[in-house]
C-alpha cells in the first residue's frame, strides 16, 4: 500500500504540470486585447504605452519563459498578483476558497444523504411504486440544468410570493444562521442534481450484489433484511458509487461557478468566471492548479477508500 502511494504521488507531478502548460497556452489563446481590458474599454493608448504595459506584466517575454517564471513562483508560494484588482491571489483565494469548498460540501452532503437511502431502498423494493418514483425522480434530477433551477429558484418566488434568497454574505464564523441561511438553498439545488447520478449507479449495484450467492447464503440463513443488507450487501455494492462520488468533484466545481454567480456567493468560482472575462491571467492559472490538485488528490483518496470498502483489494 505504502509504495502504491508513492507512485501515484510521483504521478501527480507530471499530471499537474501537464495541466499547467495546457490552462497557461490556452488562456493566451483566448480572444480579447488584456492591455486594453486593463486600461478600460474606453481608454486609447499608443503603441510605446501599449509596450510599457506589457513589459510591466511581464507579457512582453517568451510563452515559454513567461511559463517558467510563473511556476517558479508558484513553487515559492507566490501564485501571482490579479492584472485587474492589483491584489495578491493568494490573498483572494484565501477569502473565496473556504466559501466554495462549504458549499461544495453541503452540496455533496445533501446529495449523499438523498441518494444512498433512495438507492438502497429502490433496489431492494424492486419494482414498486416506491422504485419507480425513485427512478422516475433521479432521471428529472439529471436532465434539469443547475443554471436554469438557480434562475427559477431567484425569481419565481420573488415575482409570486415577495421574497427572494439573501444576497449578502456572512462568514460562518460570524453569524452561522445567516451563513447557512445564504448557502443552503444553492447548496441543496446542487447537491439534488447531483444525487441522480448516484442514485441510479446505487440502485443498479445493489440489485448485482443482492442477485450475488453468498447474499443468498445469507438469506437462507434466516438472517434479518437488516443484517443481510447493512453486513454484507452495501460494502460491496458502494466500491462503484465512491468513484462516481470522487469523480463528482469537477462537476462540484463547475456547478458553483454557475451557482455563485446567480446567488452572489463570494467563492472562487464566481471569482473565475469574473477572471476569464477579464483575461486575468494570474487568477486563472491559479484556479486552475487548485482545482487540479483537488482531482488528483480525490482520485487518490477514493483509490485508499476501495481498501477498505474490500478488503480482497490490495495495492502491490
Not at 23 to 48: C, H, K, N, W, Y
Not at 133 to 138: K, P
Not at 151 to 178: H, I, N, Q
Request: aromatic share 10%; hydrophobic share 50%.
Amino acid at each position: 500500500m505504502g509504495r502504491y502511494i508513492l507512485r501515484r504521488l510521483f504521478l501527480v507531478v507530471p499530471t499537474i504540470v501537464g495541466v499547467t502548460v495546457l490552462v497557461f497556452l490556452m488562456i493566451r489563446l483566448m480572444p480579447g486585447d488584456l492591455v486594453q481590458q486593463i486600461s478600460g474599454e474606453g481608454a486609447i493608448l499608443t503603441e510605446e504605452e501599449r509596450h510599457e504595459v506589457r513589459e510591466e506584466l511581464g507579457l512582453n517575454r517568451p510563452v515559454f519563459q513567461q511559463y517558467f517564471v510563473w511556476m517558479g513562483k508558484v513553487l515559492r508560494g507566490d501564485l501571482g498578483t490579479s492584472f485587474q484588482t492589483k491584489v495578491p491571489v493568494t490573498t483572494e483565494l484565501k477569502n473565496r476558497l473556504p466559501v466554495t469548498m462549504e458549499l461544495g460540501l453541503l452540496a455533496l452532503l445533501i446529495s449523499l444523504c438523498v441518494a444512498l437511502p433512495i438507492g438502497v431502498v429502490a433496489a431492494i423494493r424492486q419494482d414498486t411504486m416506491l422504485d419507480y418514483v425513485a427512478r422516475s425522480g433521479a432521471i428529472a434530477f439529471l436532465s434539469i440544468p443547475s443554471f436554469w433551477m438557480g434562475t427559477l429558484v431567484m425569481v419565481l418566488p420573488s415575482k409570486w410570493w415577495g421574497w427572494a434568497p439573501p444576497l449578502t454574505y456572512k462568514d460562518f464564523w460570524v453569524d452561522p444562521r445567516d451563513n447557512l441561511y445564504m448557502l443552503i438553498l444553492p447548496a441543496a439545488i446542487m447537491g439534488m442534481l447531483l444525487s441522480g447520478t448516484v442514485m441510479r449507479m446505487t440502485r443498479a449495484q445493489m440489485l448485482e450484489v443482492l442477485r450475488q450467492d453468498y447474499v443468498r447464503t445469507a438469506w437462507s440463513k434466516g438472517l434479518r433484511e437488516r443484517t443481510v443488507v447493512m453486513r454484507h450487501a452495501i460494502k460491496n455494492a458502494f466500491i462503484p458509487v465512491v468513484t462516481i462520488v470522487g469523480l463528482q468533484i469537477p462537476i462540484l466545481v463547475g456547478g458553483t461557478v454557475i451557482l455563485e454567480s446567480i446567488f452572489g456567493i463570494p467563492g472562487i468560482g464566481r471569482y473565475l468566471l469574473f477572471s476569464i472575462g477579464s483575461l486575468d491571467y494570474p487568477v486563472v492559472q491559479a484556479e486552475i492548479l487548485i482545482i487540479a490538485l483537488a482531482v488528483v488528490v480525490t482520485n487518490l483518496a477514493v483509490d485508499m477508500t476501495y481498501a477498505y470498502l474490500d478488503p480482497r483489494i490490495r495495492y502491490g
